[in-house]
Structure formats: structure tokens, C-alpha cells
């Protein structure tokens, strides 16, 4: 028995609250007692949500992945539960289903396909090579600021084409828009009186509008021009269904891009660089046979699981798990959890870089909405580590490592750590 799967009463699970989120064990193991005693669990929020269902197996998880039809995104992907007038003025591609969601997926499917991001690479080792370069200088240093957050980033300022200068302030506005539950982070915090003000924006954030403002001035110079960035392709072709891009689907698609484009690689580098600190065998296995990394990426995306869930809506009446869900309820895929399946992965609280057939859903299962962006985050995320893993002699932990308070982003905020290079 290890930290992650020591048992919580089933009486003591409660996954919607945020206070369970912060110290990198107790997720895991009310995840554990689900899948073992109750899969398929009713979970009761505070007003003035409703609750949900806690889908926690993989084989569950793969099945509403893929079902659009009885699991729809159209009625949001968070748990906050919104009213018709608010889904249509916050939707993004995230809750679209069918012929719409398909035509603006495929906008930008070449540009993260892997002819284009093969393209990419030298550009990326180039870039990851002067991160490290000003990192380990230091010898003591918070490898969240200064590596994660600092490569996935500046990644995400060339597919846009904006200045560098600019990254600090693409940081911080996906630091406030998706840590809409941390005081640390968040304007205003979510469901909080002053959040009624925002409640027409992603995620209740007033930094979208700031967003929306940098986006919009971006499409405004590249309308018309022959750029082959994201925004010029957004505002230059239109989707093959043949319908035009609203304003409004600009705004929320460009949110969309500036978040997930930065957030989910930064936790991934952070958990994995985290994992091999605790680990050191396996940190050795790599630098003794960097041909391993590969491999390994699969291996730190599993063991990472930046994004704990997305929730999907029940269209009719359907059993799941021995459960009866009824048409409207909230049905959420914790992805942190199928992640840590026994039926699929032997051993699955082992960290282990030599892990072979990695079936993980960190990016979805079989989803139409399968990440779009998966194969960038993993070539981002190797790279990354064949340009470090060569040049540490040894890391470690010199302080404590906070999380994000939520149960949607598995988040790291600080990893201090000291480094001898090799």
C-alpha cells in the first residue's frame, strides 16, 4: 500500500471539495475507494450547483468519451452550470458537438498535425536549450517559473506570432482565468457575490475581457494578410461547414488557445520533473539510456494528469455502472483517476519510465474532442527532457511545492529546486 491508494470512507469522499485538491495525495486516494466501491458515484455540490456523477473507471471513462450523442458538451464542460444565454455567449469549440464543433476542430488540425509540428523541432530544442541555459545558471531556482512555465509559453508566442515581451502577461491571464478557485491567483473568485458581475465570461474571470481586447487587436492586423499564425488562419479562412466565424467564436476560440496552449504542458513538465525528483532511480534509468525518454513521455502525461476531469451532460435516460442517470445530470470523467486504473495499468502508483502499453486518457479517449493540441504537448514535453535530463548531475527538492486549489487543473504553483549539472 502506498500514500495514494490508502483507503477514505466512501462516506468521506467528496470530490467538489476544493480543500481535498491541495496537497497532492488525498485526490488520489478518494479516487481509489471509487473505482474500488463505487464507480459510477452521485456527488453533491454546494448551491448553487446541483451535483454530479463521478465516472472514475477507464473503461467508463473511454465509453461517455465517446459518446456525444447520449454525453453532450453542449451544455458546458465545467462544473459551474449555466443558463441557455450564458452557454451561447461562452461557448468555445470545448462545447460544441457535430458538424459545428468538427468544421472550427478543423481550422487548425494542420497546423498541430504532425507534419507541421515535426517542422517545429529545431526551433523547439533551440528554445528549450535557452531556458535551461538561463534556469540552471542560477543553481537554485523555482523550475515552475523558469522552466514549465517559461518553455510551453514561449512555444505558444510563436504559433500566435506576438512578441515575446508579451509572455509574462500570457502567464499571468491563464494563471487568473483558470485558477478562478485560488485566492492566489483568481481576480474574483468563482461563485464568490462579485463573480455574478463576470458570469457572461469563461470562467467568471475579468481578465477574458483582457484577453479579448489582445485578440481582437490581433485579428485586426492580420484580416486580409497571408500570415500562416494561428490568428491569421482563424480570421483569414472560414470552416467547412461553410459558416463564417462570429466576433464571439473569435474571442472564445483565441481564450481557449492562450489557456490550454500554456497550462496543460506547464503542470505536465512540472509533475514530471516532480516524479523523477522523488524517484531518482528512475531520473538514473534516463540518464543512463536517454533513448527511454520517448517512451517516458507517455509515462510522465499519465503520472501528471494536468486536467482532472470535463464534465458531459446526460441527453436521456442511460445506465452506467450499475447506475441510472437520468437526461440533464452532470456526468464528469475524472481523467486523473482512469489514469490510475488497476484494470489497465499494472502497479499504477509506480512511477515507471520503462512502462510499456500506456493506454492513459490524459488527452481524452476516443473523444471527438480528443485534444487537439496532444501531439505538440508531447513533442514539447520531449524535448524538454532530452535537453535537460543530459545535463543534471543531481536535482532536489529546496522547499515546498504548493498546488493549485482546484479540482479542475492538477497544478503545481512552485517547484523550488537546487541543481548540480553534470
Not at 455540490?45 to 459518446?67: K, L
Amino acid at each position: 500500500m502506498t500514500a495514494f491508494d490508502e483507503p477514505v470512507a466512501l462516506a468521506d469522499v467528496d470530490l467538489a471539495d476544493l480543500g481535498n485538491f491541495t496537497d497532492g495525495v488525498t485526490p488520489w486516494r478518494m479516487f481509489h475507494t471509487l473505482r474500488h466501491e463505487d464507480p459510477v458515484h452521485w456527488q453533491p455540490e454546494p448551491e448553487p450547483n446541483s451535483g454530479f456523477w463521478s465516472v472514475t473507471r477507464h473503461a467508463d471513462i473511454a465509453r461517455v468519451d465517446r459518446d456525444a450523442e447520449t454525453f453532450t458538451s453542449t451544455k458546458f464542460v465545467n462544473l459551474e452550470e449555466l443558463d441557455d444565454d450564458q452557454i451561447a455567449k461562452r461557448a468555445s469549440i470545448l462545447e460544441l458537438d457535430g458538424v459545428r464543433h468538427r468544421a472550427l476542430r478543423s481550422l487548425l488540425q494542420r497546423q498541430f498535425g504532425q507534419r507541421v509540428i515535426n517542422s517545429y523541432t529545431d526551433f523547439l530544442r533551440g528554445l528549450t536549450a535557452k531556458t535551461l541555459d538561463a534556469a540552471l545558471a542560477k543553481g537554485s531556482f523555482d523550475f515552475v517559473a523558469d522552466v514549465s512555465a517559461d518553455f510551453p509559453i514561449n512555444v505558444l508566442a510563436r504559433l500566435l506570432d506576438v512578441p515575446p515581451e508579451d509572455n509574462q502577461q500570457l502567464i499571468d491571464w491563464g494563471n487568473r482565468i483558470i485558477g478562478n478557485t485560488d485566492p492566489d491567483y483568481a481576480d474574483v473568485l468563482l461563485h464568490s457575490a462579485e463573480s455574478e458581475k463576470y458570469r457572461d465570461l469563461p470562467f467568471r474571470s475579468p481578465a477574458s475581457l483582457e484577453v479579448f481586447e489582445y485578440g481582437r487587436a490581433l485579428a485586426a492586423e492580420r484580416r486580409g494578410g497571408s500570415g500562416t499564425d494561428l490568428i491569421s488562419t482563424l480570421v483569414n479562412q472560414t470552416p467547412r461547414d461553410g459558416v463564417p466565424l462570429t466576433a464571439q467564436d473569435f474571442d472564445n476560440y483565441f481564450l481557449l488557445l492562450v489557456v490550454a496552449g500554456n497550462e496543460t504542458t506547464r503542470h505536465t513538465i512540472s509533475h514530471s520533473m516532480l516524479a523523477l525528483i522523488e524517484h531518482p532511480e528512475q531520473l538514473a534509468r534516463l540518464q543512463e539510456d536517454p533513448s527511454l525518454i520517448p517512451n517516458a513521455v507517455e509515462e510522465f502525461l499519465r503520472w501528471a494528469s494536468p486536467v482532472y476531469h470535463f464534465r458531459r451532460t446526460a441527453t436521456r435516460d442511460v445506465e452506467l455502472g450499475g447506475k441510472t442517470i437520468r437526461e440533464g445530470d452532470k456526468v464528469v470523467m475524472w481523467y486523473a483517476s482512469g489514469n490510475r486504473d488497476e484494470e489497465v495499468f499494472g502497479n499504477p502508483y509506480d512511477f515507471d519510465v520503462t512502462r510499456r502499453d500506456n493506454d492513459h486518457v490524459t488527452f481524452g479517449k476516443g473523444s471527438p474532442h480528443l485534444c487537439l493540441g496532444n501531439l505538440l504537448a508531447r513533442t514539447e514535453v520531449r524535448i524538454m527532457f532530452e535537453e535537460l535530463i543530459p545535463r543534471l548531475s543531481s536535482i532536489r527538492l529546496a522547499g515546498d511545492v504548493p498546488r493549485v486549489r482546484s479540482n479542475f487543473v492538477n497544478g503545481i504553483k512552485k517547484l523550488p529546486v537546487e541543481v548540480t549539472l553534470a
